[in-house]
């Protein structure tokens, strides 16, 4: 999602690692894999950058110094709030924001239960928070919005051999996105991390293997 390659690229293999298991590839100055979050402060050092997340196994892959402000919320409304807060101060270049609860609701309830269902329906009012703060900020017309997850799930768990525990949702939109447009080329989750750093004219490390999904840009 933000490293552009997979695990035996970036090394982390494990649920909750917070030092990769096989060797990173590579290692940049924050000594770790480059992610998009390290490269976007290396190649554009005087933008704003806002991270968060409610997991705090996240915050272990990612460049957290690299970020302008890192949030470690103690749950996804707080993450919200603290991420409106700062977003409407400071308007930043770019924003990353890593909702936990589904994933909590979907092992302690089971994918696709009712608790899981509702924990989906209180993300998507986080998520029209936000989208209501970029409006007010007057950005939206200057600002893509990327929506995606790192897994799916089967029963309480993930991490087996079944298409509800690898498919995820990739949906973006806003300035100079197709809108109605339904991808039909193969995207990748490492491809999310390359369609950002093509949004913001970053060259990607070259260990990335991801791609930008270039068939959503246009009319
Ligand atoms: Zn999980």
């Not at 924050?30 to 915050?59: D, S, V």
């Not at 092992?107 to 329906?121: I, L, P, V």
Request: glycine share 12%.
């Amino acid at each position: 999602m933000i490293s552009g390659a997979g695990p035996e690229i970036h090394g982390y293999t494990e649920w909750g690692s917070q030092k990769p298991e096989l060797p990173s590839r590579v290692i940049n100055s924050w000594g770790i894999f480059p992610t998009i979050i390290g490269e976007t402060r290396l190649q554009k050092p005087n933008t704003l950058i806002c991270a968060g997340y409610t997991w705090e196994g996240i915050g272990y892959l990612y460049e957290k110094e690299a970020a302008s402000i890192n949030y470690a919320a103690k749950n996804d409304k707080q993450l919200t709030d603290s991420i409106i807060s700062y977003f409407t101060q400071n308007k930043p270049y770019f924003t990353f924001i890593a909702f936990a609860e589904p994933d909590g609701a979907g092992h302690g309830n089971g994918w696709e239960s009712d608790k899981y269902f509702n924990t989906c329906k209180e993300i998507d009012s986080y998520v029209g928070q936000i989208i209501a703060t970029v409006d007010k900020t007057g950005l939206r017309d200057n600002t893509i919005i990327i929506f995606t997850a790192d897994h799916g799930g089967k029963g309480k768990g993930h991490g087996g051999k079944s298409m509800n525990e690898m498919q995820i949702p990739f949906v973006i939109t806003g300035k100079g996105i197709k809108k109605g447009y339904k991808i039909e080329e193969s995207v990748m989750q490492f491809d999310c991390a390359a369609t950002i750093a093509h949004i913001m004219k970053i060259t990607p490390p070259q260990a990335w293997i991801g791609r930008p999904v270039l068939s959503v840009f246009g009319k």
